[in-house]
């Protein structure tokens, strides 16, 4: 069974940091590049962050460009998203999901004050 659990998320002030973590079982993780989602509140689903499963190339998405760092441990089978600079336009909750495929599991909430 495929599972991909976010977590790491919390409340932080603007300018804040924090690191997403997303666990990966079921799959042989290295096969698959890695995504991570958001979706703020009334918002479309959007597109972060990409890392290839064959030389760890990274793709952002312009609004996060900068600003947060894609990775990934293929022995741990976890993807991380180091989040700094954060903006109140950053607070959405965040999945992670194998790349072409819809999220699985909950997310986890990011939430960024003014």
């Known amino acids: 069974d495929v599972q991909l659990q976010a977590s790491g998320g919390g409340l932080v002030q603007a300018g804040g940091s924090l690191r997403l973590s997303c666990a990966a079982s079921g799959f042989t993780f290295d096969d698959y590049s890695i995504a991570w989602f958001r979706q703020a509140p009334g918002k479309e689903r959007e597109g972060v962050s990409c890392?290839?499963?064959?030389?760890?190339?990274?793709i952002y998405a312009d609004s996060v460009k900068g600003r947060f760092t894609i990775s990934r441990d293929n022995v741990k089978n976890i993807l991380y998203l180091q989040m700094n600079s954060l903006k109140p336009d950053d607070t959405a909750v965040y999945f992670c999901a194998r790349f072409g495929e819809g999220p699985r599991g909950q997310g986890t909430l990011v939430t960024v004050s003014s």
């Open positions: 890392i290839s499963s064959s030389d760890g190339s990274t």
